[in-house]
């Protein structure tokens, strides 16, 4: 298996997507700096609702005053819900902020190599 052929993590891809960033000044951009680490807030707290639901499962049991419990769909599957749909409109914010600035710096191959390791193409 090749070094290209490698999976990469969910750390692994934020980082190269900040060393791409940083090799062509990006980083610096405050909109794009602060909507990629919400995007990663995001994503940190989808993957613990998610831990949560597939520890608890499903279903939870929620009991009252006389000891009758009552069956409920996990809240962390509403949250999970609601922070997914959140961090889809913050990484198409994040796109939106990488393809203006390749417009604004005239098509130049940073916002390009970025948009590209977005999608999902070519790495390092």
Do not use: W
């Amino acid at each position: 298996m090749s070094e290209t052929d490698k999976k990469l993590t969910l750390s692994e891809q934020a980082q190269e997507i900040l060393r791409i960033a940083e090799q062509h000044g990006v980083e610096q951009n405050f909109f794009f700096l602060t909507t990629f680490k919400r995007y990663q807030v995001q994503i940190n707290i989808l993957i613990d609702l998610e831990a949560s639901i597939k520890r608890d499962g499903a279903l939870v049991t929620k009991e009252y005053v006389k000891g009758r419990g009552n069956v409920y769909v996990h809240p962390a599957i509403t949250e999970y819900n609601r922070t997914s749909q959140a961090a889809n409109q913050t990484v198409q914010t994040l796109m939106k902020i990488i393809t203006t600035m390749r417009e604004d710096d005239g098509g130049k191959d940073g916002a390009k190599e970025l948009l590209d390791f977005l999608r999902g193409g070519k790495q390092g």
